[in-house]
C-alpha cells in the first residue's frame, strides 16, 4: 500500500503508465499491480523512472496473468527490451515475489 502522498508526487509518471497499459490492453488487476511495483522503486533520477515504469508493467502484467511480450510493452512505454529485461527480475524479488524461472 501506497501514501496518498507517492501517489500526488509520482502522478506524471502514473499516467503515463495508464497510457502505455491502454496502448497494451492490460488488465485492471495487471495495471494495479504495475502502479504498486512502480512506486514500491521510484528511482531518483527521472532518466531511470520510464524503464523502471516499463518494468513494473511487464512484470505486472506476469503477476496478473495478463502477460504481455518485453517487446510490446518496450514499444508501448517508448523504452528499449533492454530496459525492461534488465530490471523486471529485480522488481519482482524486492516485493517479495518469486520471478519465473523460464
Do not use: N
Request: net charge negative.
Amino acid at each position: 500500500m501506497h501514501s496518498a502522498r507517492d501517489r500526488i508526487e509520482y502522478e506524471p509518471w502514473l499516467e503515463e503508465l495508464e497510457t502505455a497499459a491502454e496502448r497494451l490492453e492490460l488488465s485492471t488487476e495487471a495495471r494495479s499491480c504495475a502502479v504498486d511495483l512502480f512506486l514500491a522503486d521510484v528511482p531518483s533520477a527521472d532518466r531511470s523512472k520510464r524503464a523502471v515504469l516499463a518494468a513494473s508493467l511487464y512484470a505486472g502484467s506476469l503477476v496478473a496473468g495478463d502477460g504481455r511480450t518485453q517487446g510490446a510493452v518496450a514499444d508501448a512505454a517508448d523504452v528499449s527490451r533492454l530496459s525492461i529485461q534488465s530490471r523486471w527480475k529485480d522488481l519482482l524479488e524486492s516485493a517479495g515475489l518469486e520471478p519465473p524461472r523460464w
